[in-house]
């Protein structure tokens, strides 16, 4: 009985400690989750869902779906990608979908060579070692090039491998561009994009299981949309109404309702699914609107 229940939670692998993890944690928190941390502060038992969080390396999470032991994953696109072109090398099947990206996490994996080293295009490559900790992307991407450039496995501070003389470029990920310059290295191509995603096994589930990850999927799906949703109210001459309509960010059928002693205004309420910018506050009450108020959502759930 007791290994059936252990059989019935979702298991949820989240790096450890790193770039992800704040973020990571705050989204599932988002979704409702309460946890308590293990003694071993590897695993937080979930309080008032059947979900626990496993706290790994990131470059382990994909291996985890794969292997089955997490149901679902969050890790960075860069990762899934690489992890995913090395089964495909070996031939192996993929057994992780990515179902969701989760807006943070953003970067790019980019080469990055000497100030002064010419740039034109994947060709200027040619015959150079590349330092990087993606060898699989960047061997996808020569092949696809047509370039014949030898790939030097780094695990870290790949940085550092031209001044060392271990290459004469670099495949890294970028976000601000910063620790590039400070290494004398200058951006010369972006090669992916990448934000943090969800993972998930593609393995059938018991149901009941498979309904806590539908509801906690479609939480997850909540929680990205209200981070650009606001709610907006506005009076509007009737006369503007369409003017006004079309002016609303990503809004669907908004309510109209009549204001008391007035024909020819209306009170509008309606959701804004993108963001709502001073300058489309000014364009609105250029068209009419008045006593405009712009409030953020909390929860939404379709
Ligand atoms: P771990 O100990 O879990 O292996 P790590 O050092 O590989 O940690 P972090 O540096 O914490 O990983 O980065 C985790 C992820 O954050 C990256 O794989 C990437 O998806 C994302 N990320 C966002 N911005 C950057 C950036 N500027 N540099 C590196 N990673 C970034
Ligand atoms: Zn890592």
Known sequence: MAAQQTDNRIKIAVQKSG?????????????????????????????NMPVDVLLVRDDDIPG???????????????VIEEVRLGLVERGETELFAKVSTLDYGHCRLSFGLPDGTPYESPRSLQGQRIATSYPNIVRDFLRRSGVDASVVEFSGAVEIAPSLGRADVICDLVSSGATLRAHHLYEAE????????????????????????????????????????????????????QKIRALLPGAEAPTIMPLEGRDDKVALHAVCRENVFWETLEQLKEAGASSMLVLPVEKMLD
Request: charged share 25%.
């Open 19 to 47: 770039r992800l993890t704040e973020h990571s944690l705050d989204l599932l928190a988002r979704c409702g989750l309460t946890y308590s941390r293990g003694r071993d502060q590897l695993i937080c038992y979930g309080e």
């Open 64 to 78: 985890l779906v794969q292997e089955d032991i997490c149901d679902l994953g969050i890790v960075g696109g860069n």
């Open 190 to 241: 972006t090669i992916l994009e990448s934000q943090a995603a969800l993972i998930q096994t593609p393995k059938a589930v018991p149901s009941v299981k498979a309904d806590w990850i539908r509801r906690l999927l479609q939480r997850v799906q909540g929680v990205i949309q209200v981070k650009e949703s606001k709610y907006i109210m506005l009076h509007a001459p009737r006369s503007a109404l």
